[in-house]
Protein backbone atom coordinates (compact mmCIF):
# COMPACT_ATOMS: atom_id res chain seq x y z
CA UNK A 1 0.00 0.00 0.00
CA UNK A 2 0.92 3.73 -0.78
CA UNK A 3 2.78 5.05 1.67
CA UNK A 4 0.84 8.15 3.30
CA UNK A 5 2.84 11.30 4.43
CA UNK A 6 0.45 11.84 7.27
CA UNK A 7 -0.55 8.98 8.63
CA UNK A 8 2.04 9.23 11.73
CA UNK A 9 -1.00 9.42 14.13
CA UNK A 10 -3.58 7.56 12.26
CA UNK A 11 -4.35 3.62 13.64
CA UNK A 12 -6.31 2.71 11.01
CA UNK A 13 -6.22 2.63 7.27
CA UNK A 14 -8.42 5.03 5.38
CA UNK A 15 -11.44 3.55 4.07
CA UNK A 16 -10.95 3.15 0.20
CA UNK A 17 -14.50 4.63 -0.52
CA UNK A 18 -12.25 8.05 1.53
CA UNK A 19 -9.32 7.63 -0.28
CA UNK A 20 -11.81 7.63 -3.81
CA UNK A 21 -13.94 10.52 -2.02
CA UNK A 22 -10.86 12.77 -1.28
CA UNK A 23 -8.69 12.43 -4.29
CA UNK A 24 -7.95 15.16 -6.17
CA UNK A 25 -5.23 13.56 -8.39
CA UNK A 26 -6.83 13.02 -11.69
CA UNK A 27 -7.64 17.04 -11.35
CA UNK A 28 -5.26 18.43 -9.86
CA UNK A 29 -2.31 16.56 -11.85
CA UNK A 30 -2.14 19.12 -14.60
CA UNK A 31 0.15 21.64 -11.66
CA UNK A 32 2.32 19.57 -11.85
CA UNK A 33 5.27 21.83 -13.54
CA UNK A 34 4.43 24.67 -10.85
CA UNK A 35 4.16 21.98 -7.93
CA UNK A 36 7.53 21.27 -8.89
CA UNK A 37 8.91 24.82 -9.56
CA UNK A 38 7.23 26.10 -6.30
CA UNK A 39 9.19 23.16 -4.05
CA UNK A 40 12.86 23.65 -6.42
CA UNK A 41 12.57 27.43 -5.09
CA UNK A 42 11.27 26.74 -1.80
CA UNK A 43 14.07 24.37 -1.41
CA UNK A 44 16.85 26.43 -2.34
CA UNK A 45 15.69 28.87 0.29
CA UNK A 46 15.91 26.36 2.58
CA UNK A 47 19.65 25.85 1.81
CA UNK A 48 19.94 29.81 1.88
CA UNK A 49 19.37 30.29 5.19
CA UNK A 50 20.72 27.36 6.09
CA UNK A 51 17.24 25.56 7.04
CA UNK A 52 18.38 21.93 5.42
CA UNK A 53 22.36 21.85 3.97
CA UNK A 54 22.68 22.56 0.46
CA UNK A 55 24.06 19.47 -0.38
CA UNK A 56 20.50 17.85 0.62
CA UNK A 57 18.98 20.57 -1.16
CA UNK A 58 20.42 19.77 -4.60
CA UNK A 59 19.75 16.38 -4.34
CA UNK A 60 16.22 17.21 -3.70
CA UNK A 61 16.47 19.31 -6.79
CA UNK A 62 17.90 16.82 -8.71
CA UNK A 63 15.11 14.64 -7.91
CA UNK A 64 12.51 17.22 -8.65
CA UNK A 65 13.76 18.03 -12.04
CA UNK A 66 14.04 13.75 -12.46
CA UNK A 67 10.15 13.41 -11.30
CA UNK A 68 9.11 16.30 -13.63
CA UNK A 69 11.11 14.11 -16.68
CA UNK A 70 9.06 10.58 -15.74
CA UNK A 71 5.74 12.91 -15.63
CA UNK A 72 6.48 14.37 -18.86
CA UNK A 73 7.20 10.90 -20.38
CA UNK A 74 4.27 9.59 -19.62
CA UNK A 75 6.58 7.05 -17.09
CA UNK A 76 4.93 8.12 -13.85
CA UNK A 77 2.37 5.74 -12.15
CA UNK A 78 -0.48 8.10 -10.74
CA UNK A 79 -1.89 6.20 -7.53
CA UNK A 80 -5.52 7.56 -6.45
CA UNK A 81 -4.71 6.59 -2.77
CA UNK A 82 -2.07 9.31 -2.57
CA UNK A 83 -4.49 11.82 -2.75
CA UNK A 84 -3.09 14.72 -4.61
CA UNK A 85 -0.01 16.16 -6.86
CA UNK A 86 2.00 17.28 -4.13
CA UNK A 87 1.60 13.87 -2.32
CA UNK A 88 2.95 12.02 -5.68
CA UNK A 89 5.60 14.39 -6.19
CA UNK A 90 6.89 14.03 -2.46
CA UNK A 91 6.85 10.29 -2.10
CA UNK A 92 8.08 9.72 -5.74
CA UNK A 93 10.99 11.85 -4.25
CA UNK A 94 11.47 10.29 -1.76
CA UNK A 95 11.71 6.76 -3.40
CA UNK A 96 14.28 8.77 -5.90
CA UNK A 97 16.52 10.65 -3.14
CA UNK A 98 16.30 8.79 -0.22
CA UNK A 99 15.91 10.53 3.32
CA UNK A 100 17.17 14.30 2.78
CA UNK A 101 13.60 13.78 0.48
CA UNK A 102 11.75 14.34 3.60
CA UNK A 103 13.12 17.27 3.96
CA UNK A 104 11.54 19.80 1.51
CA UNK A 105 8.90 19.99 3.38
CA UNK A 106 10.56 21.77 6.01
CA UNK A 107 8.42 25.15 6.78
CA UNK A 108 5.86 24.45 4.16
CA UNK A 109 2.37 22.99 4.39
CA UNK A 110 0.10 21.75 1.44
CA UNK A 111 -1.97 24.40 2.36
CA UNK A 112 0.08 27.59 1.14
CA UNK A 113 1.81 24.84 -1.22
CA UNK A 114 -2.01 24.12 -3.68
CA UNK A 115 -2.42 28.18 -3.32
CA UNK A 116 1.35 29.04 -4.51
CA UNK A 117 0.54 26.16 -7.30
CA UNK A 118 -2.93 27.71 -8.11
CA UNK A 119 -1.26 31.02 -8.33
CA UNK A 120 1.49 29.76 -11.03
CA UNK A 121 -0.65 27.78 -12.61
CA UNK A 122 -3.28 31.14 -13.17
CA UNK A 123 -0.46 33.51 -14.09
CA UNK A 124 0.41 31.64 -16.88
CA UNK A 125 -3.28 31.36 -17.89
CA UNK A 126 -3.81 34.78 -17.58
CA UNK A 127 -0.66 35.28 -20.09
CA UNK A 128 -1.95 32.96 -22.52
CA UNK A 129 -5.67 34.30 -22.73
CA UNK A 130 -3.95 37.72 -23.17
CA UNK A 131 -1.92 36.55 -26.17
CA UNK A 132 -4.98 34.77 -27.26
CA UNK A 133 -7.42 37.90 -27.05
CA UNK A 134 -4.89 40.15 -28.97
CA UNK A 135 -4.48 37.87 -31.97
CA UNK A 136 -8.65 37.78 -31.80
CA UNK A 137 -7.98 41.47 -31.92
CA UNK A 138 -5.75 41.73 -34.77
CA UNK A 139 -7.88 38.94 -37.08
CA UNK A 140 -11.09 41.52 -36.85
CA UNK A 141 -8.85 44.34 -37.09
CA UNK A 142 -7.52 42.95 -40.42
CA UNK A 143 -10.86 42.11 -41.52
CA UNK A 144 -12.84 45.11 -40.29
CA UNK A 145 -9.76 46.92 -42.67
CA UNK A 146 -10.48 43.88 -45.39
CA UNK A 147 -14.25 45.35 -45.61
CA UNK A 148 -13.49 48.86 -44.61
CA UNK A 149 -15.91 50.55 -47.31
CA UNK A 150 -18.96 47.96 -46.28
CA UNK A 151 -22.25 49.22 -45.30
CA UNK A 152 -24.75 47.03 -43.06
CA UNK A 153 -27.92 48.36 -41.62
CA UNK A 154 -27.25 49.47 -37.83
CA UNK A 155 -29.66 47.82 -35.33
CA UNK A 156 -31.32 48.93 -31.98
CA UNK A 157 -34.39 46.12 -30.80
CA UNK A 158 -33.52 44.16 -33.74
CA UNK A 159 -34.90 46.94 -35.96
CA UNK A 160 -33.19 48.51 -38.39
CA UNK A 161 -32.09 52.10 -37.26
CA UNK A 162 -29.14 53.60 -39.48
CA UNK A 163 -26.19 52.55 -41.42
CA UNK A 164 -22.60 51.81 -40.50
CA UNK A 165 -19.70 50.71 -41.72
CA UNK A 166 -19.49 46.80 -40.90
CA UNK A 167 -16.05 47.92 -39.71
CA UNK A 168 -17.62 49.88 -37.15
CA UNK A 169 -19.44 46.86 -36.35
CA UNK A 170 -16.80 44.14 -35.39
CA UNK A 171 -14.45 47.02 -33.58
CA UNK A 172 -17.20 47.26 -31.07
CA UNK A 173 -16.06 43.87 -30.40
CA UNK A 174 -12.94 44.73 -30.67
CA UNK A 175 -13.18 47.31 -28.05
CA UNK A 176 -15.12 44.85 -25.58
CA UNK A 177 -12.03 42.03 -26.41
CA UNK A 178 -9.57 45.10 -25.48
CA UNK A 179 -11.19 45.72 -21.90
CA UNK A 180 -10.66 42.01 -21.44
CA UNK A 181 -7.31 41.76 -22.31
CA UNK A 182 -7.23 44.50 -19.53
CA UNK A 183 -9.27 42.31 -17.11
CA UNK A 184 -6.50 39.87 -17.41
CA UNK A 185 -3.74 42.20 -17.07
CA UNK A 186 -5.34 43.62 -13.49
CA UNK A 187 -6.16 40.20 -12.64
CA UNK A 188 -2.74 38.72 -13.08
CA UNK A 189 -1.33 41.99 -10.95
CA UNK A 190 -3.25 40.26 -7.89
CA UNK A 191 -2.71 37.13 -8.60
CA UNK A 192 1.04 37.48 -8.57
CA UNK A 193 1.71 37.35 -5.21
CA UNK A 194 3.24 34.84 -3.35
CA UNK A 195 2.13 32.88 -0.34
CA UNK A 196 4.87 30.11 0.43
CA UNK A 197 6.00 31.34 4.14
CA UNK A 198 2.03 30.98 5.45
CA UNK A 199 2.55 27.19 5.88
CA UNK A 200 -0.20 25.41 7.24
CA UNK A 201 -2.22 28.89 8.64
CA UNK A 202 0.12 30.62 10.74
CA UNK A 203 3.76 31.08 9.47
CA UNK A 204 6.10 28.92 10.39
CA UNK A 205 8.53 29.01 13.21
CA UNK A 206 11.76 28.32 10.93
CA UNK A 207 14.00 31.47 9.40
CA UNK A 208 12.61 31.25 5.63
CA UNK A 209 13.48 33.86 3.57
CA UNK A 210 10.17 34.80 2.18
CA UNK A 211 11.35 37.50 -0.12
CA UNK A 212 14.18 34.93 -1.58
CA UNK A 213 11.47 32.27 -2.90
CA UNK A 214 9.20 35.12 -4.66
CA UNK A 215 12.44 36.17 -6.55
CA UNK A 216 12.98 33.01 -7.42
CA UNK A 217 9.53 32.41 -8.61
CA UNK A 218 9.28 35.87 -10.74
CA UNK A 219 6.72 37.30 -7.95
CA UNK A 220 6.89 41.23 -7.22
CA UNK A 221 5.33 40.67 -3.72
CA UNK A 222 4.33 38.20 -1.00
CA UNK A 223 1.32 37.56 0.99
CA UNK A 224 0.82 40.05 4.29
CA UNK A 225 -1.41 37.52 6.09
CA UNK A 226 -0.79 33.86 6.18
CA UNK A 227 -4.78 33.15 7.28
CA UNK A 228 -5.41 35.08 4.53
CA UNK A 229 -2.94 33.56 2.09
CA UNK A 230 -4.25 29.92 2.24
CA UNK A 231 -7.73 30.74 2.48
CA UNK A 232 -7.74 33.47 -0.40
CA UNK A 233 -9.34 32.47 -3.74
CA UNK A 234 -10.04 35.70 -4.89
CA UNK A 235 -7.86 35.49 -7.61
CA UNK A 236 -9.67 32.37 -8.84
CA UNK A 237 -13.27 34.14 -8.67
CA UNK A 238 -11.29 36.91 -10.38
CA UNK A 239 -10.70 35.02 -13.56
CA UNK A 240 -13.91 33.13 -13.77
CA UNK A 241 -15.43 37.12 -13.72
CA UNK A 242 -13.56 38.43 -16.29
CA UNK A 243 -13.62 34.90 -18.60
CA UNK A 244 -17.44 35.33 -18.07
CA UNK A 245 -17.41 38.81 -19.24
CA UNK A 246 -15.44 37.28 -22.20
CA UNK A 247 -17.43 34.79 -22.57
CA UNK A 248 -20.37 36.75 -23.09
CA UNK A 249 -18.93 38.99 -25.52
CA UNK A 250 -17.76 35.83 -27.62
CA UNK A 251 -22.00 34.51 -27.65
CA UNK A 252 -23.10 38.15 -28.37
CA UNK A 253 -20.73 37.66 -31.61
CA UNK A 254 -21.72 34.28 -31.78
CA UNK A 255 -25.22 34.70 -31.85
CA UNK A 256 -24.80 37.70 -34.71
CA UNK A 257 -22.99 35.34 -36.52
CA UNK A 258 -25.57 32.66 -36.29
CA UNK A 259 -28.50 35.12 -37.25
CA UNK A 260 -25.84 36.34 -39.87
CA UNK A 261 -25.53 33.13 -41.64
CA UNK A 262 -28.92 32.75 -42.02
CA UNK A 263 -30.99 33.00 -45.05
CA UNK A 264 -33.33 36.03 -43.35
CA UNK A 265 -30.12 37.79 -43.19
CA UNK A 266 -27.76 36.04 -45.58
CA UNK A 267 -24.93 39.14 -44.54
CA UNK A 268 -22.42 36.56 -44.39
CA UNK A 269 -21.29 32.60 -45.59
CA UNK A 270 -19.43 30.81 -43.03
CA UNK A 271 -16.25 28.91 -44.10
CA UNK A 272 -16.86 25.65 -45.04
CA UNK A 273 -14.74 24.08 -43.21
CA UNK A 274 -15.89 25.66 -39.98
CA UNK A 275 -19.66 24.54 -40.71
CA UNK A 276 -21.00 20.95 -40.21
CA UNK A 277 -23.91 19.81 -42.42
CA UNK A 278 -27.20 17.42 -40.96
CA UNK A 279 -27.55 13.87 -40.71
CA UNK A 280 -30.90 14.05 -42.63
CA UNK A 281 -31.05 17.40 -44.60
CA UNK A 282 -28.80 17.13 -47.81
CA UNK A 283 -28.99 20.92 -47.91
CA UNK A 284 -28.09 21.90 -44.55
CA UNK A 285 -24.91 23.92 -43.64
CA UNK A 286 -24.87 24.69 -39.81
CA UNK A 287 -22.68 27.27 -37.81
CA UNK A 288 -22.25 24.84 -35.25
CA UNK A 289 -18.96 26.38 -34.37
CA UNK A 290 -20.56 30.00 -33.23
CA UNK A 291 -23.63 27.95 -31.56
CA UNK A 292 -21.48 26.06 -29.28
CA UNK A 293 -19.08 29.10 -28.34
CA UNK A 294 -22.74 30.82 -27.09
CA UNK A 295 -23.28 27.25 -26.01
CA UNK A 296 -20.41 27.04 -23.95
CA UNK A 297 -20.63 30.63 -22.07
CA UNK A 298 -23.55 29.01 -20.08
CA UNK A 299 -20.72 26.50 -18.45
CA UNK A 300 -18.35 28.86 -17.55
CA UNK A 301 -21.13 31.59 -15.97
CA UNK A 302 -21.81 28.04 -13.69
CA UNK A 303 -18.31 28.11 -12.91
CA UNK A 304 -18.39 31.63 -11.42
CA UNK A 305 -20.86 31.08 -9.39
CA UNK A 306 -19.84 27.65 -7.85
CA UNK A 307 -16.90 29.13 -6.87
CA UNK A 308 -18.54 32.03 -5.30
CA UNK A 309 -20.90 29.67 -3.48
CA UNK A 310 -17.77 27.56 -2.38
CA UNK A 311 -16.35 30.22 -0.67
CA UNK A 312 -19.51 32.57 1.23
CA UNK A 313 -20.04 30.31 4.03
CA UNK A 314 -16.09 29.06 4.71
CA UNK A 315 -14.76 30.24 8.02
CA UNK A 316 -10.93 31.32 8.02
CA UNK A 317 -8.78 29.53 6.74
CA UNK A 318 -7.42 26.75 4.65
CA UNK A 319 -10.72 23.76 4.54
CA UNK A 320 -10.97 21.24 2.21
CA UNK A 321 -13.42 22.33 0.41
CA UNK A 322 -11.34 24.59 -1.60
CA UNK A 323 -10.16 21.63 -3.27
CA UNK A 324 -13.05 22.36 -4.99
CA UNK A 325 -11.58 25.30 -6.87
CA UNK A 326 -9.87 23.98 -9.08
CA UNK A 327 -12.19 21.50 -11.72
CA UNK A 328 -14.29 24.86 -12.16
CA UNK A 329 -10.65 26.96 -13.11
CA UNK A 330 -9.33 24.36 -15.61
CA UNK A 331 -12.67 23.82 -16.65
CA UNK A 332 -13.23 27.76 -17.21
CA UNK A 333 -9.56 28.25 -18.33
CA UNK A 334 -10.31 24.92 -21.16
CA UNK A 335 -13.17 26.47 -22.63
CA UNK A 336 -12.21 30.24 -22.59
CA UNK A 337 -8.95 29.24 -24.77
CA UNK A 338 -11.14 26.78 -26.94
CA UNK A 339 -13.36 29.29 -28.10
CA UNK A 340 -10.76 32.16 -28.46
CA UNK A 341 -8.75 30.13 -30.75
CA UNK A 342 -12.12 28.96 -32.99
CA UNK A 343 -13.01 32.22 -32.87
CA UNK A 344 -9.28 33.70 -34.26
CA UNK A 345 -9.43 31.20 -37.00
CA UNK A 346 -12.37 30.77 -38.23
CA UNK A 347 -12.84 35.00 -38.42
CA UNK A 348 -10.81 35.52 -41.84
CA UNK A 349 -12.70 32.76 -43.44
CA UNK A 350 -15.91 34.47 -43.15
CA UNK A 351 -17.43 35.98 -46.88
CA UNK A 352 -19.29 39.06 -46.97
CA UNK A 353 -22.23 39.33 -48.78
CA UNK A 354 -21.89 42.86 -49.44
CA UNK A 355 -25.08 43.50 -51.89
CA UNK A 356 -26.83 41.66 -48.91
CA UNK A 357 -25.64 43.85 -46.39
CA UNK A 358 -26.06 47.05 -48.54
CA UNK A 359 -29.62 46.17 -50.25
CA UNK A 360 -30.76 45.87 -46.51
CA UNK A 361 -28.98 49.51 -45.29
CA UNK A 362 -30.79 51.35 -48.30
CA UNK A 363 -34.66 50.23 -47.47
CA UNK A 364 -36.61 50.20 -44.03
CA UNK A 365 -36.32 54.24 -43.62
CA UNK A 366 -32.53 54.51 -42.47
CA UNK A 367 -32.08 57.98 -43.66
CA UNK A 368 -34.58 59.17 -41.61
CA UNK A 369 -32.84 60.81 -38.89
CA UNK A 370 -30.57 62.31 -41.25
CA UNK A 371 -33.83 64.38 -42.91
CA UNK A 372 -34.51 65.36 -39.76
CA UNK A 373 -31.08 66.55 -38.75
CA UNK A 374 -31.55 68.55 -42.83
CA UNK A 375 -34.26 70.21 -41.55
CA UNK A 376 -32.99 71.41 -37.86
CA UNK A 377 -29.93 73.13 -40.25
CA UNK A 378 -32.49 74.63 -42.18
CA UNK A 379 -33.69 76.01 -38.77
CA UNK A 380 -36.34 74.21 -37.59
CA UNK A 381 -36.63 72.30 -33.79
CA UNK A 382 -35.71 69.12 -33.59
CA UNK A 383 -38.63 68.00 -32.24
CA UNK A 384 -40.34 69.34 -35.05
CA UNK A 385 -37.95 68.45 -37.61
CA UNK A 386 -39.08 65.06 -36.15
CA UNK A 387 -42.74 65.41 -36.70
CA UNK A 388 -42.17 66.02 -40.26
CA UNK A 389 -39.88 63.47 -41.15
CA UNK A 390 -42.39 60.95 -39.43
CA UNK A 391 -45.31 62.29 -40.99
CA UNK A 392 -43.34 61.82 -44.54
CA UNK A 393 -42.34 58.16 -43.45
CA UNK A 394 -46.05 57.29 -43.05
CA UNK A 395 -46.76 58.76 -46.37
CA UNK A 396 -43.85 56.64 -48.32
CA UNK A 397 -44.78 53.69 -46.91
CA UNK A 398 -48.20 53.77 -48.12
CA UNK A 399 -46.57 53.41 -51.33
CA UNK A 400 -43.96 51.30 -50.58
CA UNK A 401 -41.33 53.57 -51.35
CA UNK A 402 -38.21 54.58 -49.42
CA UNK A 403 -37.82 58.77 -48.55
CA UNK A 404 -35.82 58.96 -51.41
CA UNK A 405 -37.92 57.16 -53.98
CA UNK A 406 -40.47 60.37 -53.40
CA UNK A 407 -40.45 63.58 -55.63
CA UNK A 408 -39.08 66.83 -54.65
CA UNK A 409 -42.60 67.79 -54.61
CA UNK A 410 -43.89 65.32 -52.35
CA UNK A 411 -41.10 65.82 -49.66
CA UNK A 412 -42.29 69.26 -49.13
CA UNK A 413 -45.74 68.98 -48.45
CA UNK A 414 -44.12 67.55 -45.42
CA UNK A 415 -41.48 70.76 -45.10
CA UNK A 416 -41.06 73.67 -47.79
CA UNK A 417 -37.63 74.01 -46.14
CA UNK A 418 -36.43 70.68 -48.32
CA UNK A 419 -34.67 71.21 -51.37
CA UNK A 420 -33.37 69.48 -54.35
CA UNK A 421 -29.98 68.65 -52.47
CA UNK A 422 -31.74 66.69 -50.01
CA UNK A 423 -31.26 63.78 -52.13
CA UNK A 424 -27.79 63.88 -52.08
CA UNK A 425 -28.47 64.07 -48.71
CA UNK A 426 -30.06 61.21 -48.46
CA UNK A 427 -27.67 58.51 -49.79
CA UNK A 428 -26.73 56.13 -47.79
CA UNK A 429 -22.84 57.08 -47.68
CA UNK A 430 -23.26 60.24 -47.07
CA UNK A 431 -25.02 59.05 -44.00
CA UNK A 432 -22.71 57.25 -42.65
CA UNK A 433 -19.54 59.58 -43.21
CA UNK A 434 -21.44 62.55 -41.82
CA UNK A 435 -20.59 60.56 -38.74
CA UNK A 436 -17.05 61.40 -38.17
CA UNK A 437 -17.31 62.65 -34.85
CA UNK A 438 -14.69 60.47 -32.44
CA UNK A 439 -16.17 57.28 -32.05
CA UNK A 440 -19.02 57.27 -35.14
CA UNK A 441 -19.19 55.28 -38.05
CA UNK A 442 -17.74 57.75 -40.54
CA UNK A 443 -15.15 56.48 -42.45
CA UNK A 444 -12.11 58.35 -41.05
CA UNK A 445 -13.50 58.33 -37.15
CA UNK A 446 -13.32 54.26 -38.24
CA UNK A 447 -9.95 54.52 -39.58
CA UNK A 448 -8.64 56.42 -36.06
CA UNK A 449 -10.53 54.17 -34.08
CA UNK A 450 -8.43 51.02 -36.26
CA UNK A 451 -5.21 52.98 -35.69
CA UNK A 452 -5.73 53.07 -31.83
CA UNK A 453 -6.89 49.92 -31.44
CA UNK A 454 -3.63 48.51 -33.41
CA UNK A 455 -1.31 50.96 -31.32
CA UNK A 456 -2.78 49.30 -28.19
CA UNK A 457 -1.58 45.88 -29.28
CA UNK A 458 1.07 44.20 -27.50
N1 LIG B 1 -5.48 18.74 -2.54
C1 LIG B 1 -5.62 19.80 -1.62
C2 LIG B 1 -6.34 20.99 -2.25
O1 LIG B 1 -6.44 21.01 -3.44
C3 LIG B 1 -4.27 20.26 -1.16
C4 LIG B 1 -4.26 20.89 0.19
C5 LIG B 1 -4.61 19.86 1.19
N2 LIG B 1 -4.48 20.36 2.50
C6 LIG B 1 -4.98 19.73 3.54
N3 LIG B 1 -4.82 20.26 4.69
N4 LIG B 1 -5.64 18.61 3.41
O2 LIG B 1 -6.83 21.90 -1.61
Known amino acids: MADKLWDGRFSEATAAVVERFTASIDIDRRLYRYDIEGSIAHSRMLARTGIIPAAEAEAIVQGLEQVRG ?97 AHHLMAYVEMFARDRERCAECRRRTNVMPLGSAALAGTTFPIDRAYTAELLGF ?26 CMMHLSRMAEELVLWSSAEFG ?77 TQMVPGIAVRRERMEAAASRGYLNATDLADYLVRAGVTFREAHHAVGRAVRFAAASGRELDELTLEELQAHSALIREDVFAHLRTREIVDRRSCPGGTGRSAVLAAIAAAEKRLP
Open 267 to 343: FIELPDSFATGSSIMPQKKNPDVPELIRGKTGRVYGHLMAQLTLMKGLPLSYNRDLQEDKAALFDAVDTLSACLEVL
Open 70 to 166: EIEAGRFAFDPRLEDIHMHIESRLTEIVGPAARKVHTARSRNDQVALDLRLYLRDALDAAGGQLAALERALIGFARTHIDVILPGYTHLQRAQPVLL
Open 220 to 245: PAVSANSLDAVSDRDFVIEFLAAASL
